[in-house]
Antibody, heavy 121, light 112 residues
């Protein structure tokens, strides 16, 4: 059974940092592009960042470039998102997600349960 | 364009069929056969129900069907059931370098 379990969310002040983690099981982690997708309260879905199977390619949505860093450890089946200089508009549920195709940006076939990040003073 | 355009809400009675549209451009929906659809119940993670315009993931009901014409994709739900009440999002591959995934604005489906 494919499982993606996020952790690390919480309340942080504007300008602060937070590191999200996603533990994967049930499939060969190193064979898939992986992503972080977020959803602000009452809003739609937004792809935040994704990373190639071997970590050699990374892509970010413009609004987080220079502030967020996606990484993966294929030996520990773990996906991470380091978030710095957080802003109120980063408040959202962050989902760990598996890319369903061989490439990047086609579709997500499995999602974690999400972890809530709240940026507020 | 920051999101694909979907109607805010669609409703239908049990047993009826409804269709949700998803409008983009030739740089996304119209240019590639990589449209996907997601169902999201309140407080839950999205679930993939259609990929590559009209394909079903394993375990998804064939009451859900997808199609595309030009820059507009559509999701049809046949034999509407109470459990189909949820938010639905389309997604498309895009040639834009500014986006990771390109999702729609979302449609709330209400079963009357």
């Amino acid at each position: 059974e494919v499982k993606l379990v996020e952790s690390g969310g919480g309340l942080v002040q504007p300008g602060g940092s937070l590191r999200l983690s996603c533990r994967i099981s049930g499939f060969t982690f190193s064979s898939y592009w992986m992503s972080w997708v977020r959803q602000a309260p009452g809003k739609g879905l937004e792809g935040v960042a994704n990373i190639r199977q071997d970590g050699s390619q990374k892509k970010y949505v413009d609004s987080v470039k220079g502030r967020f860093t996606i990484s993966r450890d294929n030996t520990k089946n773990t996906l991470s998102l380091q978030m710095n200089s957080l802003r109120a508009e980063d408040t959202a549920v962050y989902y760990c997600a598996r890319e369903g195709s061989d490439g990047s940006g086609y579709y997500v076939d499995f999602w974690g349960q999400g972890t809530l990040v709240t940026v507020s003073s | 364009q920051s999101a694909l355009t979907q109607p805010a809400s669609v409703s239908g009675s049990p047993g009826q069929s409804i269709t949700i549209s998803c409008t983009g451009t030739s740089s996304d929906v119209g240019g590639y056969n990589y449209v996907s659809w997601y169902q999201q119940h309140p407080g839950k993670a999205p679930k993939l129900i259609i990929f590559d315009v009209s394909n079903w993931p394993s375990g998804v009901s064939n009451r859900f069907s997808g199609s595309k014409s030009g820059n507009t994709a559509s999701l049809t739900i046949s034999g509407l059931q109470a459990e189909d009440e949820a938010d639905y999002y389309c997604g498309s591959y895009t040639s834009s370098s500014s986006l990771v995934y390109f999702f729609g604005t979302g449609t709330k489906v209400t079963v009357l």
